[in-house]
């Protein structure tokens, strides 16, 4: 965070040429921000904001939150999410506080891909920034979100799901009209039978439960 407090400047030339002090936060006034999709999280202990000659007010807080995020799971595992991060302050109107960005889209991308493990589940594909204005109480409010765009890697699924039904299903139409006897034929029905349930439990394990649209290969 960044502000501007024009009653906390001095002229360097008169204090030893010292242009930045670090003070805790509640000895001056901070904008109270609230992440409105979080359902839990814990911040660090970091209670310190640094204070510049010229009044500017920079103050770095880590977080780390859990958010709440409408999943379309129909095209699981090739699936993409949009999740929205929103950063506002219901405490002061925009009559007396405005929230802004200080990063343009592209340099939050950068920022946040130099952060981020690149070898997780979910790849970062895309990061916009809305900023609006939002109406409550007949009050006006600033409002900044974060949209972030996540794209799953389907390896895991691939190998593990998509190519063992696939091999089932062609095992058994190989049996099925193969030149076997009627009781080898059995036998492997039943082996496939076993297969598939394996495949199954893992299957119900694996995809997600709670989505208006069950995802594809969970129907088949």
């Not at 439960?209 to 129907?219: F, K, L, Q, W």
Request: glycine content about 4%; some cysteine.
């Amino acid at each position: 965070q960044e502000w501007k407090n024009t009653f906390a400047t001095w002229d360097p030339k008169d204090f030893c040429n010292i242009t930045k002090v670090v003070l805790p936060t509640e000895v001056y006034w901070s904008p109270p921000i609230f992440i409105l999709e979080k359902v839990n999280g814990q911040s660090s202990n970091l209670e310190y904001v640094d204070v510049m000659h010229n009044g500017i007010f920079n103050y770095t807080q880590a977080f780390q939150v859990t958010l709440t995020c409408s999943l379309m799971i129909f095209k699981f595992p090739f699936d993409t999410q949009t999740c929205n991060l929103s950063i506002a302050s219901f405490l002061y109107p925009v009559t007396d506080l405005i929230v802004k960005t200080r990063l343009t889209p592209a340099e939050m991308m950068q920022n946040s891909r130099s952060i981020l493990l690149h070898d997780g589940e979910w790849k970062f594909t895309n990061l916009s920034i809305i900023e609006y204005v939002e109406g409550l109480n007949d009050e006006k409010f600033g409002v900044v979100t974060y949209v972030i765009s996540m794209e799953r890697r389907p390896t895991l699924y691939v190998l593990n799901l998509i190519l063992p039904t696939c091999a089932l299903y062609l095992l058994d139409m190989a049996v099925l009209f193969g030149p076997s006897s009627l009781e080898e034929k059995i036998s492997f029905q039943i082996a496939i039978i076993l297969g598939s349930s394996m495949l199954a439990v893992i299957l119900n394990d694996i995809l997600p439960t709670s989505s208006n649209r069950p995802p594809v290969i969970g129907n088949h």
